[in-house]
């Protein structure tokens, strides 16, 4: 029976593309509770922070001066102490926890978003670099959303809260502090400015020779295998020294940051100690820092390094932003990828075809012309319409897929048959193995009980095919057989063909398929050797 | 490695040290001598001898301290990190040497081609490589400064002493369970996240089968739940690590504090309290410099893990130098009466298989995929097991043959250099590295990424161009023993013949063995079937 070749429209070459994956907003959306309750932990820590320093200096300075102090002011200073050792300790705490909770909830939303994918796009995909990006990645954005956000808005709550406080002794010396604080911006501008110049100038010989120790040892077993060892290791001592170089060059001007903010503490402490001794012994009387108690003067000098603490805590957590940042652009690069431009085979569209309800279906034809896509569709992992309407047994859970790249779980060999096959016994799982060749397999001692590690890892693409084999004659589900013959020798190829005429004496069985015997005992035959047109032999 | 470079290493940490203990005297000082100043001018200016007071040397010092603060911190780091960047460089270098000659390189599937492991080797290598920034440097000068204040504080308040070792106790015993929880927590993250990582991709290399078996979205989950699990353990961690920097936290003002306390306990009065004052401030001032004591313990933690790690890999190296080019003619002929193939643990699997290599007459392997032809090919070369040749009237052992061969792999990989680089042809000139592109069929292409000196990346190759490019490098060798493992993988039918016909001519006076799954039209070869 042959169908004419009619021109037929073009298919639909694939539905809208799903909306991109901002892995950066949806992380901020889940961060946001999280981030709220932080800063409001990490306030009142300041806060109480401050109140120790308070109570602490004039306690001192009270002692100092030889006057009264009262007991409850020493007893509020250790109830301060304590609380704020607490609410610091809560605060971390909380961080740890919203940073666990955003970095397990974006990464459950990247396998959903992995789920949409469709199987041709997802084999495309580098799976090296994806399995590393869901490792790591979520966490450097939960800590770039939670951490580093929390540090930026104490940058602004931080100082604030200190210069009051600071007012209510003595304000002109909280105007002097905060007055020092558009100067230190000004130099973070000036010093920022320097590194992105650098950096630019630097990037491309920094990017060959960052990851030289990482590429030698990614690909060791070829310089082994060309006696390159020798030259390989002189060659990155040079490197490395090289890159050592130019980065210590860099760090002179990123520490400089640092060094600012280190500065203008110091500044502010070394400036106040004047004015203050200066006041105290009446040799000058600056307005604001004369007249003063001796605790009113430690009191400004201790709370003014606080003043400029959650500057330094914020450039601590620089590396913290870059690292995030690059997490959220390398996830949404993979997530977001192009879908496979897949070739658009009108005659597929064509084909109405009646399965039967048990027998073996083939369909044949020259490598490219569309057997396995043929295959795909009849799974419902392409987009397109249909060839076989009405055959309700192909839905998923309703199939068994076999080839060469089945998936077999860590275990035993008895494990990995009888996984998605449902409950087995002993006996039954022996016979099948023995059928298909498994247990005198000289390469898996140890016959139902021999271990297959993870990721079967120590398996040939033979032997994985035979045991989706044995899983599809135990399951009692439709088989499609993606090239179940291919790599195999002729012993087992053999026998393999003889297991899917078995199961197609009482199911169905569609396979895609180059090996002629295997097409010659077929029911129904698909050719589609002749590009436009397909030919359907009962 | 240059001599310059190790001991500018030692210098950069000594200076390191020096500028570290620098910093936290001049925090120290800082913090106490200026309220010191405080407390003396205040009493100094409620009488006469405000006038008389020496103001202005003890506010220079103030100055210096604040600068010396700062510039000492600054050199602090920057002297730190070249140290570490210069140890790191060595330690690189000798760490590339002990993988090449570990085992495991030469037995099937390298583990570290893959990503996941790969970036787990590299996390473990900078483990190393800071942990003395990290961990050994803060810690030394923070013993440093608490020895120097114990010693003040049981001089000028013995009683404060009691107090303050309450809390270092305290502080060890949190330290002592931290390090033991922790060092548990870290190992199940690293094997929690390493099976998911496997799990994930296994279901990655399975995606269409288990999509249309409808149970890709529970395989995924649960590889994605398996790696949540382990940023679970690691939340336990730093929930530990919360708790140290409690208590380290606290430190620094309870010190001061019971200072005052017992200075004012033993009956000191105005004046006299003005150096248990000093020394309060400078333990507050120490107390800062306590924050960072729980990054410290897990520095140490990371980096204990990362050796006994890496340790794994140098584990059971041969003994004895790298085989080298034995002396005397080069072999003609090879011979095993019954060579037992063994799979890659070392079981015997097979028949034993007997060898006649001689040269112009290429061996060829053939087998389907998993009969064990590489493993075959790598114990001819000397790479697994340690079979003895006969060669004539000698004896060629494993670690003498494998500077005589040239091992072609099928999944050999393009380094990040230049082409020239990747041809590991050493001095040969320009022209022949030509000849052996054109050889290949890679010449043009070659020409398009750029020339000889192009730099190239792996992901810029197609398989097909990665594998021909490998072929060049066989072509380009002069060893006298050629082994090829599936030479032409990923090449059109066509081409691969056209490829192997040119290299067979030009090996026509070398040992050659070839290994492939489907039998190729090759005259005048001799040919061992492998059954599986």
């Not at chain 2, 019971?258 to 306990?265: D, F």
């Given at each position: 029976?042959?169908?004419?070749?009619?021109?037929?429209?073009?298919?639909?070459?694939?539905?809208?593309?799903?909306?991109?994956?901002?892995?950066?907003?949806?992380?901020?959306?889940?961060?946001?509770?999280?981030l709220?309750?932080?800063?409001?932990?990490?306030?009142?820590?300041?806060?109480?922070?401050?109140?120790?320093?308070?109570?602490?200096?004039?306690?001192?300075?009270?002692?100092?001066?030889?006057?009264?102090?009262?007991?409850?002011?020493?007893?509020?200073?250790?109830?301060?102490?304590?609380?704020a050792?607490?609410a610091?300790?809560?605060?971390?705490?909380?961080?740890?926890?919203a940073?666990?909770?955003?970095?397990?909830?974006?990464?459950s939303?990247?396998?959903?978003?992995?789920?949409?994918?469709?199987?041709?796009q997802?084999?495309?995909?580098?799976?090296?670099?994806?399995?590393?990006?869901?490792?790591?990645?979520?966490?450097?954005?939960?800590?770039?959303?939670?951490?580093?956000?929390?540090?930026?808005?104490?940058?602004?709550?931080?100082?604030?809260?200190?210069?009051m406080?600071?007012?209510?002794?003595?304000?002109?010396?909280?105007?002097?502090?905060?007055?020092?604080?558009?100067?230190?911006i000004?130099?973070?501008?000036?010093?920022g400015?320097?590194?992105r110049r650098?950096?630019?100038?630097?990037?491309?010989?920094?990017?060959?020779?960052?990851?030289?120790?990482?590429?030698?040892?990614?690909?060791?077993?070829?310089?082994?295998?060309?006696?390159?060892?020798?030259?390989?290791?002189?060659?990155?001592?040079?490197?490395?020294?090289?890159?050592?170089?130019?980065?210590?060059?860099?760090?002179r001007?990123?520490?400089?940051?640092?060094?600012?903010?280190?500065?203008?503490?110091?500044?502010?402490?070394?400036?106040?100690?004047?004015?203050?001794?200066?006041?105290?012994?009446?040799?000058?009387?600056?307005?604001?820092?004369?007249?003063?108690?001796?605790?009113?003067?430690?009191f400004i000098?201790m709370?003014a390094?606080?003043?400029?603490?959650?500057?330094?805590?914020?450039?601590?957590?620089?590396?913290?932003?870059?690292?995030?940042?690059?997490?959220?652009?390398?996830?949404?690069?993979?997530?977001?990828?192009?879908?496979?431009?897949?070739?658009?085979?009108?005659?597929?569209d064509r084909?109405?075809l009646?399965?039967?309800?048990?027998?073996?279906?083939?369909?044949?034809?020259?490598?490219?012309?569309?057997?396995?896509?043929?295959?795909?569709?009849?799974?419902?992992?392409e987009p397109?319409?249909?060839?076989?309407?009405?055959?309700?047994?192909?839905?998923?859970?309703?199939?068994?897929?076999?080839?060469?790249d089945?998936?077999?779980?860590?275990?035993?060999?008895?494990?990995?048959?009888?996984?998605?096959?449902?409950?087995?016994?002993?006996?039954?799982?022996?016979?099948v193995?023995?059928?298909?060749?498994?247990?005198?397999?000289?390469?898996?001692?140890?016959?139902?009980?021999?271990?297959?590690?993870?990721g079967?890892?120590n398996?040939?693409?033979?032997?994985?095919?035979?045991?989706?084999?044995?899983?599809?004659?135990?399951?009692?589900?439709?088989?499609?057989?993606?090239?179940?013959?291919?790599?195999?020798?002729?012993?087992?190829?053999?026998?393999?063909?003889?297991?899917?005429?078995?199961i197609?004496?009482?199911?169905l069985?569609?396979?895609?398929t180059?090996?002629?015997?295997?097409?010659?005992?077929?029911?129904?035959?698909?050719?589609l050797?002749?590009g436009?047109?397909?030919?359907?032999?009962? | 490695?240059?001599?310059?470079?190790?001991?500018?290493?030692?210098?950069?940490?000594?200076?390191?040290?020096?500028?570290?203990?620098?910093?936290?005297?001049c925090?120290?000082?800082?913090?106490?001598?200026?309220?010191?100043?405080?407390?003396?001018?205040?009493?100094?200016?409620?009488s006469a001898?405000?006038?008389?007071f020496?103001?202005?040397?003890?506010?220079?010092?103030?100055?210096?301290?604040?600068?010396?603060?700062?510039?000492?911190?600054?050199?602090?780091?920057?002297?730190?990190?070249?140290?570490?960047?210069?140890?790191q460089v060595?330690?690189?270098?000798?760490?590339?040497?002990?993988?090449?000659?570990?085992p495991?390189?030469?037995?099937?599937?390298?583990?570290?081609?893959?990503?996941?492991r790969?970036?787990?080797?590299?996390?473990?290598?900078?483990?190393?490589?800071?942990?003395r920034?990290?961990?050994?440097?803060?810690?030394?000068?923070?013993?440093?400064?608490?020895?120097?204040?114990?010693?003040?504080?049981?001089?000028?308040?013995?009683l404060?002493?009691?107090?303050?070792?309450?809390l270092?106790?305290?502080?060890?015993?949190?330290?002592?369970?931290m390090?033991?929880a922790?060092?548990m927590?870290?190992?199940?993250?690293r094997?929690?996240?390493?099976?998911?990582?496997?799990?994930l991709?296994?279901?990655?290399?399975?995606?269409?089968?288990?999509?249309?078996e409808?149970?890709?979205?529970?395989e995924?989950?649960?590889?994605l739940?398996?790696?949540?699990?382990?940023?679970?353990?690691?939340?336990?961690?730093?929930?530990?690590?919360?708790?140290?920097?409690?208590?380290?936290?606290?430190?620094?003002?309870?010190?001061?504090?019971?200072?005052?306390?017992?200075?004012?306990?033993?009956?000191k009065q105005?004046a006299e309290?003005l150096?248990?004052?000093?020394?309060?401030?400078?333990?507050l001032?120490?107390?800062?410099?306590?924050?960072?004591?729980?990054?410290?313990?897990?520095?140490?933690?990371?980096?204990?893990?990362a050796?006994?790690e890496?340790?794994q890999?140098?584990?059971?190296?041969?003994?004895?130098r790298p085989?080298?080019?034995?002396?005397g003619?080069?072999?003609?002929?090879?011979?095993?009466?019954?060579?037992?193939r063994?799979?890659p643990?070392?079981?015997?699997?097979?028949?034993?298989?007997?060898?006649?290599?001689?040269?112009?007459?290429?061996t060829?392997?053939?087998?389907?995929?998993?009969?064990?032809?590489?493993?075959?090919?790598?114990?001819?070369?000397g790479?697994?097991?340690?079979d003895?040749?006969?060669?004539?009237?000698?004896?060629?052992?494993?670690s003498?043959?494998?500077?005589?061969?040239?091992?072609?792999?099928?999944?050999a990989?393009?380094?990040?250099?230049?082409?020239?680089?990747?041809?590991?042809?050493?001095?040969?000139?320009?022209?022949?590295?030509?000849?052996?592109?054109?050889?290949?069929?890679?010449?043009?292409?070659?020409?398009?990424?750029?020339?000889?000196?192009?730099?190239?990346?792996?992901d810029?190759?197609?398989?097909?161009?990665?594998?021909?490019i490998?072929?060049?490098?066989?072509?380009?060798?002069?060893?006298?023993?050629?082994?090829?493992?599936?030479?032409?993988?990923h090449?059109?039918?066509?081409?691969g013949?056209?490829?192997?016909?040119?290299?067979?001519?030009?090996?026509?006076?070398?040992i050659?063995?070839?290994?492939?799954?489907?039998?190729?039209?090759?005259?005048?070869?001799?040919?061992?079937?492998?059954?599986?």
């Amino acid at each position: 029976m042959k169908i004419a070749a009619v021109p037929a429209p073009l298919p639909d070459p694939v539905a809208s593309p799903p909306a991109a994956f901002d892995a950066l907003s949806s992380a901020e959306r889940l961060a946001r509770p999280g981030l709220r309750g932080l800063v409001a932990l990490q306030a009142v820590r300041t806060a109480l922070r401050l109140g120790f320093a308070a109570t602490a200096a004039m306690a001192a300075g009270r002692l100092v001066m030889d006057e009264a102090v009262d007991p409850w002011l020493i007893g509020a200073m250790i109830a301060l102490l304590a609380v704020a050792c607490f609410a610091g300790f809560a605060a971390e705490r909380m961080q740890a926890s919203a940073e666990n909770a955003v970095s397990t909830r974006l990464r459950s939303l990247a396998g959903e978003r992995l789920g949409e994918i469709p199987a041709r796009q997802l084999q495309s995909l580098s799976t090296g670099a994806l399995v590393v990006s869901m490792q790591r990645h979520p966490e450097s954005i939960a800590a770039l959303l939670i951490g580093h956000r929390a540090a930026t808005v104490m940058m602004a709550a931080g100082p604030l809260l200190a210069a009051m406080v600071l007012s209510f002794v003595s304000w002109q010396a909280a105007l002097l502090v905060v007055c020092l604080t558009p100067v230190m911006i000004l130099f973070f501008a000036l010093v920022g400015d320097a590194i992105r110049r650098r950096a630019d100038a630097q990037e491309r010989a920094f990017g060959q020779l960052a990851g030289q120790f990482a590429d030698r040892i990614r690909t060791l077993p070829t310089i082994l295998a060309n006696h390159a060892t020798a030259t390989e290791q002189a060659k990155l001592g040079q490197r490395l020294e090289g890159y050592a170089g130019k980065t210590i060059g860099l760090l002179r001007i990123a520490f400089a940051n640092a060094g600012i903010i280190d500065f203008f503490a110091s500044l502010s402490i070394a400036i106040l100690a004047v004015f203050l001794g200066l006041g105290h012994l009446k040799l000058a009387t600056i307005p604001g820092f004369s007249h003063l108690e001796l605790w009113q003067s430690l009191f400004i000098l201790m709370i003014a390094p606080e003043y400029f603490a959650p500057f330094r805590r914020f450039s601590e957590q620089y590396h913290a932003k870059a690292e995030g940042l690059a997490a959220a652009g390398a996830l949404d690069r993979l997530l977001d990828a192009e879908p496979v431009t897949t070739k658009i085979l009108p005659v597929l569209d064509r084909l109405r075809l009646t399965l039967p309800t048990h027998g073996l279906v083939a369909i044949v034809g020259p490598s490219g012309s569309g057997k396995s896509t043929l295959l795909r569709r009849f799974a419902g992992l392409e987009p397109g319409a249909m060839p076989a309407p009405g055959t309700h047994s192909l839905a998923a859970e309703k199939i068994a897929w076999v080839s060469t790249d089945a998936y077999v779980p860590e275990g035993t060999l008895a494990g990995a048959i009888s996984w998605n096959a449902g409950a087995l016994d002993r006996n039954r799982l022996e016979d099948v193995a023995r059928a298909i060749g498994l247990l005198d397999d000289a390469l898996l001692p140890g016959g139902l009980d021999a271990r297959l590690d993870k990721g079967g890892a120590n398996l040939s693409g033979g032997q994985r095919l035979r045991i989706a084999v044995a899983r599809a004659q135990l399951c009692g589900r439709t088989v499609l057989a993606d090239e179940p013959t291919a790599k195999l020798d002729r012993g087992t190829a053999e026998a393999v063909r003889d297991v899917l005429l078995e199961i197609s004496r009482a199911r169905l069985v569609v396979v895609a398929t180059h090996d002629r015997d295997l097409a010659a005992a077929a029911d129904i035959m698909v050719d589609l050797t002749h590009g436009d047109t397909v030919e359907v032999a009962a | 490695m240059s001599a310059a470079f190790q001991s500018s290493s030692r210098k950069s940490w000594r200076l390191a040290t020096g500028f570290a203990l620098a910093a936290l005297a001049c925090a120290i000082l800082l913090g106490g001598v200026s309220a010191w100043l405080l407390g003396s001018v205040a009493i100094a200016g409620l009488s006469a001898a405000a006038f008389a007071f020496n103001f202005h040397i003890p506010a220079a010092f103030i100055r210096l301290f604040a600068v010396g603060r700062t510039a000492a911190r600054y050199g602090e780091r920057l002297t730190g990190h070249k140290a570490a960047l210069t140890d790191q460089v060595a330690r690189r270098v000798e760490l590339f040497a002990a993988m090449a000659a570990a085992p495991a390189v030469r037995r099937a599937g390298w583990q570290l081609g893959d990503d996941a492991r790969l970036a787990d080797y590299l996390d473990d290598v900078e483990d190393l490589d800071y942990a003395r920034l990290r961990a050994g440097l803060p810690a030394l000068t923070l013993a440093c400064g608490l020895a120097i204040l114990i010693a003040g504080s049981a001089v000028l308040a013995p009683l404060s002493l009691l107090p303050i070792t309450l809390l270092l106790l305290a502080i060890l015993f949190a330290v002592n369970r931290m390090a033991k929880a922790g060092a548990m927590a870290w190992e199940q993250t690293r094997s929690l996240r390493r099976g998911g990582a496997s799990r994930l991709g296994a279901a990655m290399a399975s995606a269409v089968p288990l999509k249309a078996e409808g149970a890709w979205s529970r395989e995924c989950a649960e590889a994605l739940a398996a790696l949540s699990r382990a940023d679970g353990t690691l939340l336990a961690l730093r929930r530990l690590q919360a708790g140290l920097d409690m208590i380290g936290a606290a430190f620094g003002p309870v010190a001061g504090t019971s200072v005052m306390a017992a200075a004012w306990h033993a009956g000191k009065q105005g004046a006299e309290l003005l150096p248990p004052m000093l020394l309060a401030f400078s333990w507050l001032a120490l107390g800062e410099a306590m924050n960072g004591a729980s990054r410290m313990l897990v520095a140490l933690l990371r980096r204990n893990a990362a050796r006994a790690e890496i340790g794994q890999w140098m584990k059971a190296a041969p003994a004895g130098r790298p085989g080298s080019a034995p002396d005397g003619p080069l072999p003609r002929l090879l011979r095993h009466g019954a060579l037992q193939r063994r799979a890659p643990d070392g079981r015997a699997i097979g028949t034993p298989v007997s060898l006649l290599l001689a040269p112009g007459q290429p061996t060829v392997l053939v087998g389907a995929s998993g009969s064990g032809k590489t493993s075959l090919l790598k114990q001819i070369a000397g790479w697994i097991g340690d079979d003895a040749l006969a060669a004539g009237d000698r004896i060629l052992s494993a670690s003498e043959r494998r500077a005589l061969v040239a091992l072609v792999l099928h999944d050999a990989v393009i380094l990040e250099d230049t082409v020239r680089a990747n041809l590991f042809a050493g001095d040969v000139p320009d022209a022949a590295l030509w000849r052996a592109l054109e050889a290949v069929e890679m010449d043009g292409r070659i020409r398009e990424a750029g020339g000889l000196d192009a730099w190239i990346t792996q992901d810029k190759f197609s398989l097909g161009e990665v594998q021909r490019i490998n072929l060049a490098r066989a072509w380009l060798s002069s060893r006298p023993l050629v082994l090829l493992d599936e030479p032409t993988e990923h090449l059109d039918d066509a081409q691969g013949e056209r490829i192997l016909g040119r290299l067979l001519a030009r090996f026509s006076d070398r040992i050659v063995v070839v290994s492939t799954h489907r039998a190729t039209p090759l005259h005048e070869t001799r040919t061992i079937e492998l059954q599986p």
